[in-house]
C-alpha cells in the first residue's frame, strides 16, 4: 500500500471549553498543526510527549500496548484532544511515544475516512460524503 501521510489539526479541548465560557481568548487555544502517518494497522493514535506538553495536555492513565513485533509495554495515555483532518473532526486520547504523530483507527472510523490506496491519501467515505455516520447497535 505504500506510506499514507496527512494533515492534522490537533487542539486542547479543556482550552476550547474555556473560550466557550469566556475563560480564555480565542488566541490562547492551544492547537497545533503537524503532518501525521495514517497507520491503518494500530488501533489507538500516537502523539510524542513533545507535543503533548506543547498542547499543554496531562497524562490521563496508563496502559499496555502491544506492538507490530508482538512486545507488549505499559505506555501513557494522554487527555481527549480535538483530531481535525479535512473538514471532519473527532475527540479522541492517544498514546505518548516515539517522535511521530500516526493517526489510528478509532480515528478514522470516528471521521469516517477511508485510506485510497491508488492516491495514497484519505478520503470521506463515498457512502457518506456529507458527514460521518457512526453506526449504533
Same mark, same amino acid.
Not at 479543556?14 to 503537524?34: C, H, P, W, Y
Not at 494500530?42 to 503533548?52: E, G, H, Y
Given at each position: 500500500?505504500?506510506?499514507?501521510?496527512?494533515?492534522?489539526?490537533?487542539?486542547? +479541548?479543556?482550552?476550547?471549553? &474555556?473560550?466557550?465560557?469566556?475563560? &480564555?481568548?480565542?488566541?490562547?487555544?492551544?492547537?497545533?498543526?503537524?503532518?501525521?502517518?495514517?497507520?491503518?494497522?494500530?488501533?489507538?493514535?500516537?502523539?510524542?510527549?513533545?507535543?503533548?506538553?506543547?498542547?499543554? !495536555?496531562?497524562?490521563?492513565? %496508563?496502559?499496555?500496548?502491544?506492538?507490530?513485533?508482538?512486545?507488549? %509495554?505499559?505506555?501513557?495515555?494522554? %487527555?481527549?484532544? $480535538?483530531?481535525? +483532518?479535512?473538514?471532519?473532526?473527532?475527540?479522541? /486520547?492517544?498514546?505518548? $511515544?516515539?517522535? /511521530?504523530?500516526?493517526?489510528?483507527?478509532?480515528? &478514522? %472510523?470516528?471521521?469516517? !475516512? !477511508?485510506?485510497?490506496?491508488?492516491?495514497?491519501? &484519505?478520503?470521506?467515505? *463515498?457512502?457518506? *460524503?456529507?458527514?460521518?455516520?457512526?453506526? +449504533?447497535?
Amino acid at each position: 500500500m505504500g506510506e499514507v501521510r496527512t494533515q492534522v489539526k490537533l487542539t486542547n +479541548i479543556v482550552d476550547m471549553a &474555556l473560550f466557550k465560557r469566556g475563560l &480564555l481568548s480565542r488566541e490562547q487555544i492551544r492547537s497545533i498543526n503537524t503532518d501525521a502517518m495514517v497507520d491503518t494497522g494500530a488501533v489507538r493514535s500516537v502523539i510524542p510527549m513533545k507535543l503533548m506538553e506543547s498542547l499543554g !495536555l496531562n497524562i490521563n492513565t %496508563e496502559t499496555i500496548a502491544e506492538f507490530a513485533n508482538g512486545s507488549k %509495554e505499559n505506555v501513557n495515555v494522554c %487527555e481527549p484532544m $480535538l483530531f481535525e +483532518i479535512g473538514d471532519r473532526q473527532t475527540y479522541d /486520547e492517544a498514546f505518548i $511515544l516515539g517522535d /511521530e504523530v500516526l493517526i489510528g483507527q478509532t480515528v &478514522l %472510523e470516528k471521521m469516517d !475516512l !477511508l485510506v485510497d490506496c491508488s492516491s495514497q491519501k &484519505l478520503i470521506p467515505n *463515498p457512502k457518506h *460524503p456529507e458527514g460521518p455516520v457512526l453506526k +449504533i447497535k
